[in-house]
């Protein structure tokens, strides 16, 4: 379970140090961000919904679904009320609490718990293909763009996350796959998401800013809403759903899982709530070995 962590603090402890001597310049956080978001995180999700099999258990992944709806209602409200944040950070509020680490961590750990990651598939379906463009939305909107009909169906052209994605779709319904002089950079450019958005939150550690009042008891609830109340609710929509002794512990596993980075790049991106997003992300990250080992013992 632990050797799943190594590569992601290794990766996040470079950073930092990079950071704290400066290597990569005092911009190195926001460029490397924007690479990630513009460039890198399109590619890798266009190059895993291109290799997806788009099929998935329906009672598991609602279960998941509304464990994940839930908790990110929970985590707007605690933002928006509680700690007075405008919409746009109360939407990253509701991001960190419950969107899942299903991609780098997520595989790992599915596969040393569980033994394959066939749900994780559902999961990572629905977290890209619904909760992303809500959030997306919600953070366009936020950012001062009126909603409008057109702007809402021009939203994938204008967005590279969602234009990777939407691209991935297609081709894995369709059954097309493009040829290698464009899979392959495609591909290429993909594996370089995760390592550099982990990077890059190591390298935010170093930056200064200004410190928000009551920033760490939002870190601290954010974390719990995604490492306690998630799963919970996930265990008890599972048991309403009458889930198989196997098909409950992939399903709390995966809402146990910690704040996937993707949060803190599309914060930074927007410039909303990133100290936050960072926060939570590392917290949730390393408290998550004992919940999830947690879960394991208790479920498995």
Known sequence: MVAA????????????????????????????GGF???LAMPAALFSVLLRTRLSFSVPALGAFAASTVVTMAVGFVLSRRIFGRKPGEATIGAM?????????????VALQVLGDATFLTGVLLFQVL?????????????????????????????????L????????SVSGW?????????????????????L?????SLTVRGPALA?????????????????????????????LRPAELLALVVCAALPTAQNAYIFAREYGQADSVARGTVITSTALSMLTLAGIGWLLG
């Open 130 to 162: 619904v909760v992303t463009p809500v959030v997306l939305t919600l953070l366009d909107r936020g950012a001062g763009s009126r909603i409008r009909p057109a702007r809402l169906a021009s939203l994938p052209l204008r967005n590279p996350v969602m």
């Open 5 to 32: 962590f190594v590569p992601i603090w290794v990766l996040a402890l470079l950073g930092f140090t990079a950071g704290r001597f400066r290597l990569l310049g005092a911009e190195a956080d926001r460029v490397l």
């Open 214 to 242: 009551g920033e760490r008891a939002e870190v601290l609830g954010l974390s719990a809403l995604k490492l306690l109340a998630q799963p919970l609710l996930a265990y008890l929509f599972g048991l309403a759903a009458q």
């Open 177 to 197: 796959r493009p040829p290698s002089v464009i899979a392959d950079p495609l591909a290429l450019l993909g594996d370089a998401a995760v390592p550099a958005a």
């Open 36 to 38: 990630v978001f513009h």
């Open 199 to 203: 990077v890059a939150i190591g390298l």
């Open 164 to 171: 990777g994605m939407a691209a991935g779709v297609l081709c």
């Open 96 to 108: 960190t609490a419950g969107y899942v680490n299903s991609a780098n961590l997520g595989i790992p």
